[in-house]
């Protein structure tokens, strides 16, 4: 509404980081269109709804390797990698194998501490305005151990966290019991993530989405089908038409790579394919968020009931959901939580998301080196919903001229 002179700019892909990028740029003002068949993304809707300021360790970092290849071996287990592998999946895997490593970790931790605390406090004024902070609960996320060996390592993991400014306190089962009473834990301790938070992201974003709509944001549903520069200009492509604009956000999730390369941009990206589930009458229900760390299951409270979201499939996308995989969740759950059956979850319906992951664990955001007008905003694996808020300024503040340089979120850094 009355921006008509300022700069368009297109944002493909309406996901998390699409609609925060959206959200920013009208806040400063300009003129905004969103492609995608999709409404609201597709991994931004079922996954756990987790803000996690706890998790400043990247996906690479040492032990995830032999990790992996121990879970390989079980069908059942948290942790799959798609057989047999394309060329792109291996490439891709040799980079995450480089990436391992301590140092990596030490480069990376005060980037994701930052991002995600500066996202949490921007959740804050966006529930805000959107009218939705009663949905906005900031109690933390418990990693519930059922090993002591676990807890110890989660225990280590706080230290590091506390040093480096993030809240966290380990708990033994009782001190477990006062912090969420409402519900039944059988683990021997937990840690504690006093800064993390969670809340329901398919009703956020439909009330984003929503607020885009009455600021003026036009709304596309086609696919893109190809980017490219045309008379000094970057257009956008659907089957139906060829539109100009100032500027173009690339913020497609696990499918970027695809569009990256008609740009001719190397950017590496696999599909971590991950399910969910909701309980909309669960026999109790937690107040706080936990993981299930030795299952890596995540479990959230929501409007729609008790979610419980889990695996991590490297691979190309595809929809294929998974039986034993999910058994796995299933079967993890009453060891946590005592009160519930693994009868409980039959039958319930299966979403499936498919996270961004960039080899290293970092996102992409920043412009594309040999052709500025674009610029990439995906990559955000584990964490998207949680970073981004913080990815969607930066964007903004990228096109406005504010950020040139986005250091360690490069995404011209494979190329
Ligand atoms: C089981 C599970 C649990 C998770 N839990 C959490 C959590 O608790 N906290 C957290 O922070 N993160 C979590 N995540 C990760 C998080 O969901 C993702 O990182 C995030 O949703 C990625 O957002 P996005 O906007 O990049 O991608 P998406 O939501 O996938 O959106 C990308 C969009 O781009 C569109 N698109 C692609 N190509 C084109 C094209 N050519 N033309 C037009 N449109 C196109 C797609 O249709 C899609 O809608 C979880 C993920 C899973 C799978």
Redesign the pocket.
Same mark, same amino acid.
């Given at each position: 509404v009355g921006h008509t002179l300022s700069e368009r700019i297109a944002i493909?892909?309406?996901?998390?980081?699409?609609l925060c990028s959206a959200y920013f740029l009208v806040e400063k003002g300009y003129t905004v269109t969103v492609?995608?068949?999709?409404e609201l993304?597709?991994?931004?809707v079922g996954?756990?709804?987790?803000?996690?300021p706890s998790h400043f360790v990247p996906l690479a970092a040492p032990g995830m390797v032999q990790m992996g290849l121990k879970m390989l071996l079980n069908p059942e287990s948290p942790f799959g990698f798609h057989l047999p592998p394309s060329v792109d999946q291996l490439l891709w895997s040799w980079k995450f194998i480089r990436s391992c490593t301590k140092v990596h970790v030490q480069k990376h931790e005060s980037l994701l501490r930052d991002m995600n605390l500066e996202s949490r406090a921007l959740y804050d004024q966006m529930s805000e305005k959107l009218g939705i902070g009663f949905e906005w609960h900031k109690k933390g996320l418990l990693m519930l151990c059922a090993k002591q060996e676990t807890l110890e390592a989660e225990a280590h993991l706080a230290e590091r966290a506390n040093q480096i400014g993030v809240r966290a306190e380990i708990l033994d089962s009782a001190k477990l019991k006062s912090v969420d009473p409402t519900i039944e834990m059988a683990a021997i301790g937990a840690v504690h993530f006093l800064d993390d938070g969670h809340l329901t992201p398919e009703s956020f974003l439909q009330k984003l989405r929503l607020f885009l709509e009455l600021q003026g944001v036009d709304f596309v549903s086609r696919?893109?089908v190809s980017l490219e520069m045309r008379n000094d200009s970057p257009t956008v492509a659907t089957a139906d038409e060829v539109r100009s604009f100032q500027q173009v956000i690339l913020? %497609?999730?696990?499918?970027s790579s695809e =569009?990256a390369r008609k740009l001719h941009l190397r950017l590496p990206m696999m599909a971590g394919k991950?399910?969910?589930f909701n309980l909309p009458n669960p026999v109790q229900t937690p107040e706080l968020c936990s993981i299930l760390v030795e299952a890596r299951v995540?479990v959230t409270p929501m409007t729609s009931g008790l979610r419980f979201?889990?695996t991590m499939e490297i691979g190309p996308p595809n929809e294929t959901v998974n039986p034993k995989r999910l058994n796995g969740i299933k079967k993890s759950i009453p060891k946590y939580f005592p009160q519930f059956k693994e009868a409980d979850f039959e039958e319930k319906e299966v979403w499936l998301?498919?996270?961004?992951c960039s080899p290293d664990g970092i996102p992409y955001v920043g412009r594309i080196q040999h052709r500025p007008q674009f610029i990439v905003a %995906?990559g955000?694996?584990?964490?998207? =919903?949680?970073?981004g808020p913080i990815s969607g300024q930066y964007v903004a503040k990228i096109v406005s001229g504010e950020i040139s340089d986005t250091g360690l979120l490069d995404p011209n850094r494979y190329a």
């Open positions: 493909v892909g309406s996901g998390i980081i699409g492609f995608d068949p999709k993304g597709n991994c931004s996954n756990a709804g987790m803000v996690v696919m893109v913020a %497609t999730g696990a499918l =569009l991950g399910y969910s995540a979201a889990g998301g498919h996270r961004p %995906t955000h694996s584990m964490m998207g =919903l949680s970073l």
